[in-house]
């Protein structure tokens, strides 16, 4: 399989240059040629474990490692760390190390980039720069830390992520990682991640000096490709309970930020799995809410501080994607969006993208909305939702009272509710005041007899080892310090 760059300028790229390079030349991303038809085959077989069925589908698109090598890295990645469960419609993606979904998609992406590094011969260490809303940056230190050849630094917006969510960063352990707060919200964290990939002369001289840029960003087709298996996984799910038949099609409900999530399960459509709706879920920040119901892409407003903050973003990257299928695969008209979304904040989409579009329904919830679902499914299934998670819930029901539309749905559950626990407790309306985050988890996992994860359980006992916090003006400075490089 080949990839090229939805901006036009590169093609024919290996997957493993693709995943090693991250973001294309042009600023563009990088998605596969075409989408190989594989759940003709697949639905023959009964059953599968997580690694037999992600192995299938990413071997499809890494075709130039090994499948010996491949077979490797998905068990390092998996084996013990992480599973998926599925409870009624909740598509449980958050049962690994950090405790969100992000997990999945960040322990295989070390190892897959580790062995593209030998198949493209990099001798370069490889920096991964993240900007995270705080479930990324941790996935990432997760996944990244101690491996050979890698060095991983990790930008958050100081007061845009949750106590815990800090905590987890701030005590990262690992002798090639370091955190780093700033001042400022998760957008500018991003745009100076992707201000140093797009300068070319600033990633020749690091390259000189023996690094070679990369990102954990959901921009990298290496991260992207293994989130497609949940779908798959899912959906199978649901056959084998006799919830639906195979071929039977489903709507699929995905709380959204930068659109990496959503975007994997309409790669999985086009790979044949029967999904009809995708349901775009967004908070406050309801840019893609407005985009979907009107073919405007408007980022001119201010960023709100949500409680669902790994959704708090302005400019959802991975949209760029779909725009290029939506385009009939046009890197003119792609180019065009960009430069007006980067000149003026907005752009429009033309008719054909606009019908294109139709298989998406984009819908929003207020925190009093998230709040009241949260308190509603608990009162009634005794089931927590995190409230990235409500948020889904809250627009499937939107969703399913517009429309009347009765077809089964997975409703990706992107995080556990104890990443959050003062926002569970202020919908449960347990009292929570005065007392810090740690014992707020504590309260809420005796009150609510549901156990913390292991992840989270011991965290307040961690010591912190980093806090350095910078302005967005020092962001390089402190990069190429790190890196051992004069300014
Ligand atoms: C990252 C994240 C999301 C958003 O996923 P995207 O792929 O960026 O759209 C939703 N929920 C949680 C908990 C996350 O960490």
């Known amino acids: 399989m080949n990839f090229r760059s939805t901006r036009g300028l ?32 697949l639905r023959n077989k009964k059953e599968f474990s997580y690694e037999e069925l992600a192995f299938e589908i990413i071997r499809e698109y890494f075709t130039d490692i090994h499948d010996k090598e491949l077979i490797e ?8 760390r992480f599973q ?18 992000k997990d999945a998609a960040l322990l295989f992406l070390p190892q897959i980039m580790k062995r593209a590094k030998k198949v493209c011969n990099k001798k370069e260490e490889i ?7 705080g479930d990324t940056g941790k996935a990432a230190l997760e996944g990244f830390k101690d491996i050979e050849g890698f060095k991983v630094v990790v930008y958050y917006p100081k007061k845009g992520v949750s106590a815990i969510q800090e905590r987890q960063m701030i005590t990262q352990k690992g002798d090639n990682v370091k955190v780093i707060g700033i001042n400022g919200n998760f957008d500018d964290a991003q745009r100076f991640v992707k201000q140093m990939f797009g300068d070319n002369d600033f990633k020749e001289e690091l390259l000189k000096q023996g690094f070679l840029l990369s990102s954990a960003n959901s921009i990298n087709i290496g991260r992207l490709v293994p989130q497609i298996v949940y779908y798959f996984y899912g959906y199978f799910n649901l056959v084998i309970k006799g919830v639906i038949k195979q071929g039977d099609k489903i709507n699929v409900v995905v709380p959204t930020g930068n659109f990496g999530n959503i975007l994997a399960s309409y790669y999985a459509k086009q790979m044949g799995l029967p999904i009809d709706k995708f349901i775009c879920a967004s908070n406050e920040n309801k840019v893609l809410t407005d985009f979907f119901n009107s073919g405007i892409y408007d980022k001119r407003r201010e960023l709100v501080l949500t409680e669902s903050p790994s959704m708090d973003i302005l400019v959802s990257s991975n949209l760029e994607r779909l725009l290029f299928e939506a385009s009939g695969r046009n890197p003119e008209i792609i180019k065009d969006l960009m430069n007006s979304l980067s000149e003026n904040g907005v752009y429009e989409i033309n008719d054909e993208m606009k019908k294109f579009m139709k298989e998406f329904y984009g819908g929003y919830a207020t925190t009093e909305e998230v709040h009241d679902a949260i308190r509603e499914v608990y009162e009634k299934d005794n089931y927590l939702m995190d409230t990235h998670t409500a948020v889904g819930y809250v ?32 919908a449960l309306k347990i009292p929570n005041d005065k007392i810090d985050d740690f014992e707020v988890l504590k309260k809420l996992s005796e009150i609510t007899k549901n156990n ?16 350095e916090v910078c302005d967005r003006s020092e962001m390089k400075k402190i990069l190429l310090s790190y890196l051992g490089i004069e300014g």
């Open 10 to 41: 590169e093609y024919g790229v290996d997957s493993t240059r693709a995943i090693i390079n991250g973001i294309s030349k042009d600023g563009g991303l990088y998605v596969p040629d075409s989408f190989p038809n594989i759940y003709k085959l």
């Open 73 to 80: 890295a998905i068990n390092e990645a998996y084996n013990d």
């Open 84 to 101: 998926i469960k599925v409870h009624n419609n909740f598509l449980e993606l958050y049962h690994g190390p950090t405790c969100a979904f």
């Open 127 to 133: 920096v991964i720069l993240a900007a995270t809303s």
């Open 395 to 426: 627009v499937k029901k939107k969703y399913q009272l517009e429309t009347n539309d009765t077809k089964e749905v997975l409703i990706a559950s992107t995080a556990s509710p104890f990443k959050f626990p003062r926002s569970i407790c202020e």
């Open 452 to 467: 913390i994860p292991d992840g989270l359980a011991n965290l307040s006992q961690y010591q912190i080892i980093h806090n």
